[in-house]
């Protein structure tokens, strides 16, 4: 019997009951049959893989790969994650750089293919190195099948102080996240923006996300949340917002259908 994280409620308030149980919930998580499974089968033999080649033919091995950047969606597009690895990213042209989901470039840089005559798959610490992150986000997947805005609040808790600890220049770093389709999405979401958002030019995109985030946090630097309580603030606004939006967006479908029925009981008395 597979495990299913306990999300009582939605919204911030569920939020924090998933943040209380979390070590609980995810030892349980890990516990399961299948995911020790993969996890023996990775550390046997993921040592053995020398190449993008033998990487993408092995399912069961790519799955875990793939899965530890949340990749997992690629599972079908072999070429094309094959051509990512063997490129590496040492040369600014190589194909994970050019990418705007910088998840491709972390996970070519991981597993070193197209870098190094030997790959870091044959490091001792290298199975621990994916595991670790691929546990976490298969717990995340398990999460979003229930609330996927839970989903997004967990990446936000690990994938935001990363991007904030990152060597690059400031705005760098809001290009970055631009190509994080599942921070952009929070932001974008805490701070009330519309769908049409993505569709004007991207330095218009990054410059009102700068003024949103000082205007709410003080600061336009993403370095600021290397600090845990306004990535807690941050995540709070989006649970909150998105909370009233899915309700609003309900009312008004109550308020249809509440319409409706006048309609047709006001009909129903007109042929009587």
């Known amino acids: 019997m597979s495990f299913s994280p306990v999300l009582p409620v939605a919204g911030y308030a569920g939020w924090s009951f998933l943040k209380r149980t979390m070590d609980k919930q995810m030892t349980a998580f890990n516990a399961q049959p299948s995911v020790k499974r993969d996890e023996a089968y990775f550390r046997e033999k993921i040592g053995s893989i020398k190449t993008a080649e033998q990487l993408v033919k092995d399912p069961r091995l790519l799955r875990v790969a793939l899965g530890a950047f949340g990749l997992e969606g690629d599972m079908p597009n072999k070429f094309f994650i094959r051509k990512i690895l063997e490129g590496g990213t ?74 904030g600890k990152s060597t690059g220049s400031s705005l760098t770093q809001w290009y970055t996240l631009l190509g994080n389709p599942p921070l952009r999405k929070v932001f974008e979401k805490a701070f009330g923006l519309p769908l049409s958002f993505g569709a004007i030019d991207l330095d218009r995109q990054v410059e009102t996300l700068q003024s949103r985030t000082k205007a709410m946090f003080g600061s336009s630097d993403l370095a600021q949340f290397k600090d845990p309580e306004k990535v807690d603030k941050l995540v709070r606004q989006f649970l909150v917002r998105s909370e009233l939006d899915e309700n609003a967006s309900s009312l008004g479908a109550g308020q249809v259908a509440l319409t409706l029925l006048q309609q047709s009981a006001s009909r129903f008395r007109l042929t009587r």
């Not at 293919?113 to 595991?131: C, E, M, Y």
């Not at 691929?134 to 989903?151: E, I």
């Open 90 to 163: 040492l040369q600014p042209d190589a194909l994970a750089n050019k990418l705007s989901n910088k998840q491709y470039q972390k996970f070519a840089e991981a597993f070193g293919f197209g870098n190094f005559d030997t790959p870091n798959t044959v490091l001792s610490d290298f199975a621990d190195k994916i595991l670790t992150p691929y546990k976490a986000q298969q717990f995340a997947v398990a999460v979003g099948t229930q609330n996927d805005d839970m989903r997004l609040a967990l990446n936000v808790e690990t994938a935001l102080p990363e991007l």
